[in-house]
C-alpha cells in the first residue's frame, strides 16, 4: 500500500474550497483547511442550525448552491442517503469547469447515487477517525491518518489536489494511504455491520442477556460485558491483539484462546461473508435507500426498541454514578 506524508504533498492547495455542511467532520475539515491558510467557505440550506455556528467559529455560511459556485474544490460531507438528492438539486449546475468534487466516504459515488460530468475530478479524503479527533490532533500539531482515493481525473492533476487537501486537513502528518472508492466503501461498511457497531452490539447485548438470565445481578453483567470493553479496546488500539494479551491475566488469555471461537464460529464467520457479499452487490445499499425513501420507518422503531434495551437502562444508571466518565445520554 502506497502511503503519503507530508514531503510528498504540494505545500498549499490554494484554490477556493467549500466545505458542504457542518457536522461532525464538516467543522473539522472547515476549520483545519481555513487554519492552514486555504480560501474556505461553508454550503448549507437556508435556515440551518449550524450557521450560527459557523459564524461563531469565524467562517462564512452562505448556501450550498452559492458555495460550489464559488469554489473550484467541493467536499460533501452530508449524510450518504441524501447525497444523491442534495447533487441533484444544489450542486451538480453549479460546479465550475474543472472542479474537483470530493467525498469522505465512497457511497454515493460507489452506488451510482452521484453520476458526475466527465470534465471534473472526483475524489476521496477519508479521515479515519472521528471530526472532533480530526480537528484535535490538528491543532496539538498532529494528524489522523487518512485514505485517499481518485475516481475520475479530469484535469490530470486529481493526485496533486487531493494530496495537497489531505495535507492542509492535518493527514499528512500521519500518513495518507492510497485506495479505491470501491474497496473504500465496502470495507467501511463491513467494519461497521459486522465487527464495529452491528457486531459488537449484538455481542454485547447477548453477552448481558445471557448473564442476567443465569440469575446475576443486571449492574455485574453490564460492568463485565459493556463498561470493561472500553479498557479492553484501548489495549488493543494502542499495542494490538498482543499488547491485549500481555496486559490482561494469563487466566483472560487463555479464556481468549480457547473460548472466543466457540463463540466467533464457522457460522458466524458464513454470517459475515453473507454480510459482505450484500455490500458488495449493492443490496444492502439499495435497502438502506429504500428506508430512507419510505421515511425511515423500520429504522426508527429499531432504534426506539434497542433504546428501550435493559443494558441501556442499567448502563444510565450506573454512568451517572460515574461522573468522571462525563456520561452523554442520548
Not at 437556508?46 to 448556501?63: C, F, M, N, T, W
Not at 499528512?172 to 467501511?188: N, Q, V
Not at 499495542?239 to 472466543?260: H, I, K, P, Q
Not at 439499495?286 to 435493559?310: Q, T
Amino acid at each position: 500500500m502506497k502511503i503519503n506524508y507530508d514531503a510528498d504533498c504540494p505545500p498549499q492547495l490554494g484554490e477556493p474550497v467549500a466545505v458542504i455542511g457542518y457536522g461532525s467532520q464538516g467543522r473539522a475539515h472547515a476549520l483545519n483547511l481555513r487554519d492552514s491558510g486555504e480560501d474556505v467557505r461553508v454550503g448549507l440550506y437556508p435556515g440551518s442550525k449550524s450557521i450560527q455556528r459557523v459564524e461563531e467559529d469565524g467562517l462564512r455560511a452562505v448556501p450550498v448552491p452559492e458555495a460550489v459556485s464559488e469554489a473550484s474544490v467541493v467536499m460533501v460531507l452530508t449524510p450518504d442517503a441524501g447525497q444523491g438528492k442534495l447533487f441533484r438539486e444544489s450542486i451538480e449546475e453549479h460546479l465550475q469547469p474543472r472542479a474537483m468534487l470530493m467525498f469522505a466516504h465512497g457511497f454515493a459515488i460507489h452506488f451510482a447515487q452521484i453520476k458526475p460530468n466527465q470534465d471534473i475530478d472526483v475524489a476521496m479524503i477519508a479521515p479515519k477517525g472521528p471530526g472532533h479527533l480530526v480537528r484535535s490532533t490538528y491543532v496539538a500539531g498532529q494528524g489522523v491518518p487518512a485514505l485517499m482515493a481518485i475516481h475520475q481525473d479530469a484535469t490530470g492533476h486529481a493526485r496533486r489536489r487531493t494530496l495537497a487537501y489531505a495535507r492542509a486537513l492535518g493527514s499528512g502528518r500521519a500518513g495518507i494511504l492510497e485506495t479505491t472508492f470501491k474497496e473504500e466503501t465496502e470495507t467501511d461498511l463491513f467494519g461497521e455491520q459486522a465487527v464495529l457497531c452491528g457486531g459488537v452490539s449484538s455481542l454485547v447485548k447477548t453477552g448481558f442477556e445471557t448473564l442476567v438470565e443465569a440469575g446475576y445481578q443486571p449492574e455485574l453483567a453490564y460492568f463485565e460485558v459493556l463498561h470493561e470493553l472500553k479498557l479492553i479496546v484501548d489495549l488493543m488500539y494502542r499495542g494490538g491483539l498482543g499488547f491485549m494479551r500481555y496486559s490482561v491475566s494469563d487466566t483472560a488469555e487463555y479464556g481468549d484462546y480457547v473460548s472466543g471461537p466457540r463463540v466467533i464460529d464457522n457460522q458466524v464467520r458464513e454470517n459475515m461473508r453473507q454480510v459482505l457479499r450484500e455490500i458488495q452487490d449493492g443490496s444492502f445499499a439499495e435497502k438502506w435507500l429504500d428506508e430512507n425513501s419510505n421515511g425511515r420507518e423500520k429504522f426508527n422503531e429499531m432504534r426506539r426498541k434497542d433504546a428501550e434495551h435493559p443494558v441501556e437502562k442499567v448502563g444510565r444508571e450506573l454512568r451517572s454514578m460515574m461522573t468522571w466518565l462525563e456520561p452523554v445520554e442520548k
